[in-house]
């Protein structure tokens, strides 16, 4: 198993930024993909963006051009920088690792997004 610890989050200003961070415990240089979800009040949780180990990148359409996931393997670390927030950006996101029978989350980080 893998323990993922999520951090960065808080309060921003629309068209702000933040960048939040995700430690893992150990090594996730192989693990398969590395994604940030987010879930707002009364809404399903959703993917946001994920990265794989060969650094293949995918978003969701709302944050396309706002939004970059990285991943540094040598710190065990992802990142997701997010640029021009919006208040529908308001969430919990977490993070998750996966790989074959490998599915962790960590326990999530609040963002608010202010008008």
């Known amino acids: 198993q893998v323990q993922l610890v999520e951090s960065g989050g808080g309060l921003a200003q629309a068209g702000g930024s933040l960048r939040l961070s995700c430690a893992a415990s150990?090594?996730?240089?192989?693990?398969?993909?590395m994604g940030w979800y987010r879930q707002a009040p009364g809404k399903q949780r959703e993917l946001v963006a994920a990265?794989?180990?060969?650094?293949?990148?995918n978003y969701a359409d709302s944050v396309k051009g706002r939004f970059t996931i990285s991943r540094d393997n040598t710190q065990n670390t992802v990142y997701l920088r997010m640029n021009s927030l919006k208040p529908e950006d308001t969430a919990v996101y977490y993070c998750?690792?996966?790989?074959?029978?490998?599915?962790?989350w960590g326990q999530g980080t609040q963002v608010t997004v202010s008008a």
């Open positions: 150990r090594s996730i240089s192989r693990v398969n993909v």
């Open positions: 990265i794989t180990s060969g650094g293949s990148t």
């Open positions: 998750n690792a996966r790989d074959g029978w490998l599915n962790a």
